[in-house]
């Protein structure tokens, strides 16, 4: 899951128990948040108990925050707790129930998955159970990283707090909350010119050294076609952060990635080609998310590979969707579904 949550300590201080019901409700492997607005005193201090956020539902956190700024960006992630079955007594390979799902239909989720599920009582030891039992057969080792980064190697970019990526053994996971180009477009240049190039120089080295595909996901602050913003065409649009022409052509050209081996696919709108109305973000001081005036900013960008549903393929994109009912920030919740074969 992913989601712009517009400052970590005033969600978890007005919905405390927001993240764990999603955790439970959507059976989260991975947390993505971004714009957390924390510094590292944040993370450290006792008083706040930002560390113990989700540690009692079994994640353990990684916090990357701005030097350059207080208050300002950041990312954070939160990764399910698994154990080697050699290595300890969670044996959660115990299970042999098959997880056969195919590439989602559009009509099959956003009249399901989009409601919230009904908070379930169970115990802590029966939801432990349960989740175990839906891991399958697969190997334990691939749901447990192999190490975690929070740089992109660029002192430009590097002290906003704005990327952690975490290496799984058959696929790396980038979390990012891409700048935004400012009111009077102050960091269009910088955005499109030096960050865009700059990560996409990232992503496709680290897919082409390590060998293995990259999902690289978050607010990535542009609202790719016309399908993704509600009043498309509207003249002002030209001149607003995440709607530019710049923009839009420069997150076109990190897809298309002409000029290097991989290739990049918006996991929503290849599942969803014609889908329109599904926005993840919408403007509260406008009060546009009822009548559903919003952007899609938010994303799962995949290397094209995971796309392929082939039978040699041991990971496989199932889903990609919004809680669009999901309060709490301007931006909702987005969710993508990966297989994992034996």
Same mark, same amino acid.
């Given at each position: 899951?992913? @989601?712009? %949550?517009?400052?970590?300590?005033?969600?978890?201080?007005?919905?405390?128990?927001?993240? /764990?019901?999603?955790?439970?409700? =959507?059976?989260?492997?991975?947390?993505?948040?971004?714009?957390?607005?924390?510094?590292?005193? =944040?993370?450290? #201090?006792?008083?706040?108990?930002?560390?113990?956020?989700?540690?009692?539902?079994?994640?353990?956190?990684?916090?990357?925050?701005?030097?350059?700024?207080? &208050?300002?960006?950041?990312?954070?992630?939160?990764?399910?707790?698994?154990?080697?079955?050699?290595?300890?007594?969670?044996?959660?390979?115990?299970?042999?129930? +098959?997880?056969?799902?195919?590439?989602?239909?559009? #009509?099959?989720?956003?009249?399901?998955?989009?409601?919230?599920?009904?908070? +379930?009582?169970?115990?802590?030891?029966?939801?432990?159970?349960?989740?175990?039992?839906?891991?399958?057969?697969?190997?334990?080792?691939?749901?447990?990283?192999?190490?975690?980064?929070?740089?992109?190697?660029?002192?430009?970019?590097?002290?906003?707090?704005?990327?952690?990526?975490?290496?799984?053994?058959?696929?790396?996971?980038?979390?990012?909350?891409?700048?935004?180009? &400012?009111?009077?477009?102050?960091?269009?240049?910088?955005?499109?010119?030096? @960050?865009?190039?700059?990560?996409?120089?990232?992503?496709?080295?680290?897919? /082409?050294?390590? +060998?293995?595909?990259?999902? @690289?996901?978050?607010?990535?602050? %542009? *609202?790719?076609?016309?399908?993704?913003?509600? +009043?498309? &065409?509207?003249? =002002?649009?030209?001149?607003? *952060?995440?709607?530019?022409?710049?923009?839009?052509?420069?997150?076109?050209?990190?897809?298309?990635?002409?000029?290097?081996?991989?290739?990049?696919?918006?996991?929503?709108?290849?599942?969803?080609?014609?889908?329109?109305?599904?926005?993840?973000?919408?403007?509260?001081?406008?009060?546009?998310?009822?009548?559903?005036?919003?952007?899609?900013?938010?994303?799962?960008?995949?290397?094209?590979?995971?796309?392929?549903?082939?039978?040699?393929?041991?990971?496989?994109?199932?889903?990609?969707?919004?809680?669009?009912?999901?309060? &709490?920030?301007? =931006?909702?919740?987005?969710?993508?579904?990966?297989?994992?074969?034996?």
């Amino acid at each position: 899951m992913s @989601w712009n %949550v517009a400052g970590l300590r005033a969600l978890m201080r007005k919905e405390p128990n927001t993240l /764990s019901k999603l955790a439970s409700e =959507h059976k989260l492997d991975v947390i993505c948040l971004q714009e957390t607005k924390l510094q590292e005193s =944040h993370v450290e #201090d006792p008083t706040l108990k930002i560390k113990e956020i989700l540690r009692d539902d079994g994640y353990e956190s990684h916090f990357s925050c701005s030097t350059a700024k207080k &208050g300002y960006a950041g990312t954070c992630v939160f990764v399910k707790l698994r154990e080697d079955k050699d290595c300890g007594p969670n044996r959660e390979d115990e299970s042999k129930k +098959n997880y056969n799902k195919v590439q989602g239909k559009l #009509d099959g989720f956003f009249f399901t998955k989009t409601n919230a599920a009904k908070p +379930n009582d169970k115990s802590l030891s029966e939801k432990k159970s349960t989740a175990q039992s839906e891991l399958g057969d697969i190997d334990i080792k691939n749901l447990i990283p192999l190490g975690v980064s929070m740089k992109m190697g660029k002192d430009d970019h590097d002290s906003e707090g704005r990327i952690i990526t975490i290496d799984y053994p058959q696929f790396s996971i980038t979390n990012l909350y891409v700048p935004n180009s &400012g009111q009077k477009l102050e960091r269009l240049t910088y955005r499109t010119d030096s @960050w865009d190039k700059d990560l996409l120089n990232y992503l496709t080295q680290k897919e /082409s050294n390590d +060998n293995k595909p990259v999902i @690289w996901l978050g607010d990535l602050n %542009v *609202a790719h076609t016309w399908k993704d913003c509600w +009043n498309d &065409g509207a003249k =002002h649009l030209a001149k607003q *952060a995440g709607t530019t022409a710049e923009e839009r052509q420069s997150f076109q050209e990190m897809l298309d990635n002409d000029n290097n081996s991989c290739s990049f696919v918006d996991a929503f709108r290849f599942l969803y080609p014609d889908a329109k109305g599904h926005y993840t973000y919408w403007s509260q001081r406008a009060n546009n998310r009822e009548p559903n005036k919003g952007l899609r900013l938010d994303y799962f960008i995949c290397s094209s590979s995971l796309m392929k549903d082939e039978k040699d393929k041991k990971v496989v994109v199932r889903d990609s969707y919004m809680i669009h009912d999901q309060n &709490g920030s301007d =931006h909702c919740p987005i969710v993508l579904e990966i297989e994992i074969r034996k």
